[in-house]
C-alpha cells in the first residue's frame, strides 16, 4: 500500500464546527485567516505579518487584549502563538479614558492566545 501523504491543515472538521457555531460564517472566515496568517500557514500575508513583527521588536508598541486591557512598552520579544513579552510597560483599561492601572518596572508576558492586536506607538 502506497504511503499517502496528507496535506497539512490546522483544522480539523470538529474544530471547524465549533468556530463557525461560535463566530457565524463571516467571523469564522476572519478568524480562520488571522490563525493561519499568525501560524505562518498562509503564504502571501504571513510573509507580511512575520516582517512587520521582526520589525517592530524593540520599538514601543500597544498590545491590545480580548478582555479590553491595553499595554505599552518597548516590544523585547514575540512567538509563532503571538505570545508577547514587553519591557518598561504600562497598563490602561481602554474603554476608562485609557485610565492608568498599573505601571511595571520588570518584565510583562502576555499570553497570546488574548492578544488582539499589536500596533507600533507613533511618537
Do not use: C, W
Not at 491543515?9 to 485567516?33: E, M, S, W
Amino acid at each position: 500500500m502506497p504511503n499517502k501523504q496528507r496535506r497539512s491543515n490546522p483544522f480539523n472538521n470538529a474544530q471547524d464546527a465549533i468556530l463557525t457555531r461560535k463566530y457565524g460564517i463571516a467571523q469564522y472566515k476572519q478568524n480562520k485567516q488571522r490563525l493561519l496568517v499568525m501560524s505562518g500557514k498562509a503564504s502571501t500575508e504571513g510573509s507580511v505579518t512575520t516582517e512587520f513583527l521582526s520589525d517592530i521588536i524593540g520599538k514601543t508598541v500597544n498590545v491590545k487584549l480580548a478582555s479590553g486591557l491595553l499595554y505599552s512598552g518597548r516590544l523585547e520579544s514575540i512567538d509563532g502563538f503571538m505570545n508577547v513579552a514587553l519591557s518598561s510597560a504600562t497598563e490602561h483599561y481602554e474603554s476608562n479614558n485609557n485610565k492608568l492601572l498599573n505601571k511595571f518596572n520588570s518584565d510583562v508576558f502576555l499570553r497570546g492566545t488574548q492578544v488582539m492586536y499589536i500596533s507600533e506607538q507613533k511618537i
